[in-house]
């Protein structure tokens, strides 16, 4: 298994501003999946990100509006752009098991709240 | 493409009672087959899992069977208690291809 910290946990914020969120894993990975929760809603793949490479965005996603970073195999930032109270959701971190057995491991989670 | 289609909650039950939550898929290939569970303020969390058809799998007396013939993956429970309340999400993963497609989420509340 692998142990994902994410932060913040939750945070408020103002329409306009950007914030960005950061997952933290205690192995290295391969790949790192950030996903978005919308209220009572399921959770859509917003984008995938490798490690030396940009990162490649699900339909209706761009990277103007959440840029990511993966700067080495543990970490991995994902940026919530000019934000509107549309964005208010919770935004999950995940990897891919190493094992081969194709299960994904989840962060916390961020529940941000734009007002 | 590929999606997943869970039945619509919440499911609202007793405790003890029997619980059954509908999945079923739609996928090219043999894809491998997830529950998670979401408890009350909590992340996502591996219930349990199937990688090929006829499997089943199972975890805190949860089980589901990947069933090719009709597309499904049903979890089932014999005897839900007050803290399995969480929504359930039944997902699927393409072998290569790392994405992991959810169905709406299905909310069980179990009451004493």
């Excluded at chain 1, 894993?25 to 990100?49: C, E, H, K, N």
């Excluded at chain 1, 990897?95 to 962060?107: D, K, P």
């Amino acid at each position: 298994s692998a142990v994902i910290s994410q932060k913040p946990s939750r945070d408020i914020c103002q329409r306009g501003t950007s914030l960005t969120i950061q997952c933290q894993v205690d192995s290295q990975v391969t790949m790192m999946f950030w996903y978005r929760q919308q209220p009572g809603q399921s959770l859509t793949l917003i984008a995938t990100a490798n490690q030396g490479s940009e990162a490649t965005y699900e339909s209706g996603f761009v990277i103007d509006k959440f840029p990511i970073s993966r700067p080495n195999l543990t970490f991995s930032t994902l940026t919530v752009s000019n934000m509107s109270p549309e964005d208010s959701s919770i935004y999950l971190c995940s990897v891919e098991s190493r094992t081969g057995t194709y299960e994904a491991f989840f962060g916390q989670g961020t529940r941000l709240t734009v007002v | 493409g590929d999606s997943v289609t869970q039945m619509e909650g919440p499911v609202t039950l007793s405790e003890e009672a029997f619980l059954t939550i509908n999945c079923t898929y739609t996928a090219t290939g043999y894809p491998s087959l997830f529950w998670y569970v979401q408890y009350p303020g909590e992340g996502l969390q591996l219930l349990l899992k199937a990688t090929k058809a006829d499997d089943k799998g199972s975890n805190k007396g949860f089980e589901a069977t990947y069933r090719k013939e009709t597309t499904s993956f049903h979890l089932e429970k014999g005897s839900v208690q007050v803290s399995d309340s969480a929504v359930y999400f039944c997902a699927l993963m393409q072998r290569g291809y790392n994405k992991l497609i959810f169905g709406a989420g299905t909310r069980l509340a179990v009451h004493p």
